[in-house]
């Protein structure tokens, strides 16, 4: 099945800097990248995502890249503010089981910290 | 419109006790699906259902739990005989059936605590 590492755990950066989250996925029929945002007490909501025809994919301050050669993807935060302080997931889908499940497969997760 | 809700937000029970929980999926979503999260860790599939039929069951962790759905809307996951290991938030998303993946909606969760 499919495995997802995500790097790194913790996350502290100043406002206004960058974050970079990394993803590595192991199944190479995975097509499809989905990030997610989860603030205390709630869902995770998602933020963007990216399926494996696409290389980058940019939505305002948050872009995300895939590498499929070396199975690994990337979010990019830019000028980030203190709202942006959550846990956030990244996963990956292999398309359909079959019986037409798109299960999603999560990494651990990066706990972000935007310090004002 | 409505998102995916969850009841209960929390639910403490003592081990060996049965509980159900509820996910309301948002109107016309056929796919819905049930995810555990264990404290600071990702979320784990558990299953999905398409319609009222579970296809796929593969990541249910033993026979003390299962899962229905009716009217291709409200379902509940029960586990029976509680153990202090399925404390974790259990979450529900839903979707839109299409030939691709697509956005899963996730619920809020419901935090279970076995003692």
């Known amino acids: 099945g499919e495995n997802v590492e995500q790097h790194p755990s913790t996350l502290s950066v100043q406002e206004g800097d960058s974050a970079v989250i990394k993803c590595t996925y192991s199944?190479?029929?995975?097509?499809?990248f989905p990030w997610y945002k989860q603030e205390l007490g709630k869902g995770p909501q998602l933020i963007i995502d990216i399926r494996s025809n696409v290389g980058e994919k940019k939505d305002q301050r948050i872009a995300v890249t895939l590498n499929k050669t070396a199975k690994h993807f990337s979010l990019h935060i830019t000028e980030t503010q203190p709202e942006d302080s959550a846990v956030y997931f990244c996963a990956a889908i292999t398309g359909g089981s079959g019986a037409g499940s798109y299960q999603l497969t999560f990494g651990k997760g990066t706990k972000l910290s935007v310090i004002p | 419109g409505a998102g995916v809700s969850q009841s209960p937000s929390n639910k403490v029970t003592e081990k060996g006790k049965d509980v159900e929980l509820r996910c309301d999926p948002i109107s016309g979503h056929t796919a819905l699906y049930w995810y555990r999260q264990r404290l600071g860790q990702g979320l784990e599939f558990l299953i999905y259902f398409q319609g009222n039929s579970a296809p796929d069951k593969s990541g249910l962790p033993s026979d003390r739990f299962s899962a229905e759905r009716t009217g291709e809307s409200v379902s509940t996951l029960t586990i029976q005989r509680t153990q202090q290991e399925d404390s974790a938030v259990y979450l529900c998303a839903s979707s839109l059936v299409s030939g691709g993946p697509v956005e899963q909606f996730f619920g809020p969760g419901t935090r279970l605590t076995v003692l």
């Open positions: 199944d190479s029929a995975s097509n499809y």
